[in-house]
């Protein structure tokens, strides 16, 4: 037996030395920063507030527009201010809030300094206990500040730092513009207190219109420098009003500003008005957000276009398996080319026609939106950490079909729950408008970087449950645990700091947020009994049928979330701090290679886009994609850049090693296993009666009877190694596409056919070549049709379960009984004519 395995050891060593040494570069290059900056490198944050319209004092607070052409963005607005450290030593956590735009009841309050706090609640309370910190810069946080990042310098050495204060004191001045929503007005000491119960939009702009734009002003305002030649083209646009009556862009004609923003440290401009005119983007027209400067002139501070938002779908695809394939595969093909253009894709697994499947969007219905950004290209690309990678962004937030003020049309309207970590942008993490995160023209990134946002439609996710009483919310959780998770982002966790690294980042993070949503809602049900009661009482009933949906899904996605099985210590605590089960209050972050491993589907933002969206269509969930790639003012300096898998710049290896991981990471379920047996019982049932009525196999079991039982149990795990990894590694997983890839049938068929005649031709190929024990057996009719259908059986099996234990289980239980009790050891024991040696038996078939 000691050589038993050693002329196809190499394979199997060439496996585990690529994949470690994959991983080893990962975790080296990811732990990287993501550019290298000279120390006390200025931010982008602070370039920009040298432009005027970047200074919320520069707008005066009582504004006066045309309410036929304007609307208000919300009916509380104003400006956080961080109180003085004299006044923060109640305990309480609360800031001013400079008043912009108050309802009608409370106009009295506009140009007004008052206290905002929260209202006192349960959970509110529990949240702010799980939130409130006490914030000391470690050397991480000053090593940021000195690279260009935006960290919450006004909170250093600040004791019972809350969400609101964070909030208010994350940037260097006090210009966190916000929206507010159930407010509560009353009085304290004798002064206006406002109180809320969730937190603060993040917004850009008091007002918006909806516009088509028409050409600079000849001889307008200049910009001193602008993308591509000189001359800059005028920041003064002509702008045309839709008209509600004709419902046509023929309403008022007015001149806006829409300002040049400066370049930022890396030399891209954020956004542009050179050529917005001519934008593809823009053929429905604009909603621009923005406020009246002193000089009386409507200043622009982020745009929209009016056709992403539409419910009038460019294409329509029926079926999970197209919508898959275009999530994986067309999503984010050819990025280049679609510089400048948006696409919307109504994906629809259950409808076959175009009628029905717009029919389940109604005004009022929520969706749940999965973000994902890829990078920057070009002439003035960004810095790659991960050479051949881009890593981009994930995160969650909602959308509301609601009807247009201007149009009366049904659209979109969504807000972001971002988790974002601390930047040079001073971009805050938070519940954001799309105007603020995506159209703003300073901070937003529809101008600079490719983007999809995924409407997710799913009851068991976004309807309530009501069990005698008894609610259970999932959507509330959800929510919760991102503002848990968005708190302690926004002081670093009292560190001041928001590491990005593997295994501490924006998408595992947020990730983690969901596991505890999942943890959340599972000790909810195993607490209450009459919720427990309801169920058995009720088993047909649709909110029953709805929760068993909901418990399918959170089952599926904590699989994904610990694709090993094995759920991530830190996780694990932190969810139980939050389910009362550990008092500690200090949550626990942990990077490591061992942590990356346990949840490296979140590691990527695309690979956790892409994996959690699959989920939900495999469910018949309704889905929306929304795309855009750099749309806007034309930059010609930059390029869309599609965020990837690991590697997958390089093309081949990407496929080789994500699929590697995916199938090692599918860890088959008690149905797969069913499958699986019920494969090799169909094998069995033809592979048997070929063998013994041609004589190919007989009982045989003497090399058997001649090992111990520690030599059968070595002899079992070589050949589930070689070759049931190895050659299952080779010729279908590193061969056919990974089931969670997407792809089409007919080119699924295509691999999977070359795949199999590889896997055949390669047994006599070797024994011609490095292993001539293999002749003649290797080259008889029946084995070469035995090992045909062996390849079928795996094929089929990685097809259903995309596993690589399932295969390689398959391979080693037919080659482990051929070779000990069916004559396969006498057939490969024979003597070689040229040194006369006789040959030990290798485990492959």
Excluded at 209 to 228: M, N, Y
Excluded at 448 to 457: F, G
Excluded at 763 to 784: I, K, M, S
Excluded at 789 to 798: D, I, M
Aim: neutral net charge; contains cysteine; hydrophobic residues 45%.
């Amino acid at each position: 037996m000691v050589h038993l395995i050693q002329r196809r050891r190499w394979i199997f060593f060439l496996l585990a030395v690529g994949a470690a040494a994959l991983v080893i570069f990962t975790r080296l290059n990811l732990q990287g920063k993501p550019a290298d900056r000279p120390p006390d490198s200025i931010s982008d944050y602070a370039i920009a507030s040298q432009s005027a319209f970047n200074d919320p004092t520069n707008f005066p607070i009582q504004q006066s527009v045309d309410s036929s052409l304007y609307r208000s963005v919300g009916e509380w607005q104003g400006r956080l201010i961080l109180p003085e450290i004299s006044e923060r030593q109640d305990g309480t956590d609360w800031v001013w809030l400079e008043v912009w735009q108050t309802p009608l009841a409370h106009r009295e309050l506009i140009g007004k300094k008052v206290k905002l706090t929260w209202n006192d609640s349960p959970e509110l309370r529990a949240y702010l206990q799980a939130v409130t910190k006490d914030v000391n810069f470690t050397a991480d946080a000053i090593e940021g500040q000195r690279t260009g990042n935006i960290h919450p310098t006004r909170l250093d050495r600040q004791q019972q730092v809350g969400a609101l204060r964070s909030l208010a004191g994350v940037r260097p001045k006090d210009d966190m513009v916000v929206t507010l929503e159930q407010v509560t007005v009353s009085v304290e000491a004798g002064q206006p207190l406002l109180q809320i119960s969730q937190e603060p939009i993040q917004i850009s702009g008091r007002f918006y219109a909806l516009v088509q734009i028409l050409s600079p002003v000849t001889g307008g305002e200049i910009p001193a420098q602008c993308p591509e030649s000189q001359p800059c083209p005028s920041s003064l646009m002509r702008v045309r009003h839709y008209n509600p009556a004709t419902q046509q862009f023929d309403g008022i004609e007015e001149v806006v500003l829409i300002p040049q923003v400066l370049a930022g440290r890396d030399g891209v401009f954020q956004s542009t008005p050179r050529q917005l005119e001519r934008s593809p983007a823009g053929g429905q027209g604009w909603y621009i957000y923005g406020a009246k400067d002193r000089q009386g002139r409507f200043v622009v501070q982020a745009i929209a276009p009016r056709s992403l938002l539409q419910l009038q779908p460019d294409e329509i695809l029926f079926g999970e398996e197209a919508g898959i394939n275009f999530l994986k595969q067309r999503s984010w093909h050819k990025m280049p080319d679609r510089k400048g253009t948006l696409q919307k894709v109504l994906l629809d697994p259950s409808e076959e026609s175009t009628e029905t499947a717009l029919s389940h969007w109604k005004e009022g219905d929520r969706a749940l939106v999965l973000h994902l950004f890829g990078g920057i290209g070009g002439k003035l690309a960004e810095p790659i950490a991960v050479p051949g990678t881009v890593t981009g962004h994930f995160g969650y937030g909602w959308a509301e079909v609601i009807r247009d003020p201007f149009t009366q049309a049904l659209r979109f309207e969504i807000r972001y729950q971002q988790v974002y970590a601390h930047n040079p942008n001073g971009i805050v993490a938070g519940t954001l408008t799309w105007a603020e995160y995506m159209g703003s023209l300073q901070r937003g990134w529809l101008g600079t970087r490719p983007v999809s946002d995924t409407l997710i439609k799913f009851d068991p996710v976004l309807l309530d449950y009501n069990f005698d009483g008894t609610v259970l919310s999932p959507v509330r959780e959800l929510q919760q645990q991102l503002n848990i998770t968005i708190a302690h982002y926004r002081i670093g966790d009292g560190t001041g700091a928001a590491l990005v690294k593997p295994a501490l980042s924006c998408v595992q993070d947020a990730s983690q947020a969901v596991f505890r949503t999942i943890k959340r809602i599972e000790q909810q049900v195993r607490d209450s009994a009459i919720i427990q009661t309801w169920l058995r009482s009720h088993p047909n009933d649709p909110q029953t049928l709805r929760f068993q949906q909901l418990v399918d899904l959170g089952r599926a996605i904590e699989r994904e979330l610990a694709p090993l099985g094995i759920v991530r210590a830190d996780w694990q605590q932190n969810s139980d701090i939050l389910v009362g089960i550990k008092r500690q209050q200090n949550f626990a972050r942990e990077d490591s290679l061992w942590t990356q491993l346990l949840s490296w589907r979140t590691v990527l933002p695309r690979v956790a886009h892409d994996r959690i969206a699959m989920l939900f269509l495999e469910r018949g969930a309704k889905v929306w994609v929304l795309r855009t790639n750099q749309v806007g003012g034309w930059n010609p300096d930059i390029l869309p850049l599609a965020p990837t898998q690991l590697l997958e710049q390089y093309h081949v290896i990407p496929s080789t090693f994500s699929r590697l991981f995916e199938a090692f990471g599918a860890m088959p379920s008690f149905k797969d296993w069913l499958l699986t047996l019920g494969v090799l019982a169909i094998y069995g049932a033809i592979a048997l009666p070929i063998g013994f009525y041609t004589k190919f196999i007989h009982w045989d079991i003497a090399y058997l009877i001649s090992l111990n039982w520690l030599q059968r149990a070595g002899f079992a795990l070589k050949v589930f190694l070689v070759p049931g990894i190895s050659e299952e590694v080779l010729f279908r997983v590193w061969l056919l596409p990974h089931p969670t890839e997407g792809v089409s049938l007919s080119v699924w068929l295509a691999w999977a056919a070359f795949s199999l005649m590889a896997f055949v031709v390669y047994h006599p190929f070797e024994a011609v070549t490095y292993f001539r024990a293999g002749n003649p057996t290797f080259f008889h009719p029946v084995f070469l049709s035995l090992a045909a259908l062996l390849g079928v059986a795996c094929t089929v099996v990685y097809k259903l379960t995309g596993s690589l234990w399932a295969i390689a289980f398959v391979h080693w239980a037919i080659v482990f009984v051929w070779l000990l009790f069916l004559g396969g050891a006498s057939a490969l024991i024979h003597l070689n004519r040229s040194d006369r040696q006789t040959q030990e038996i290798p485990p492959q078939f």
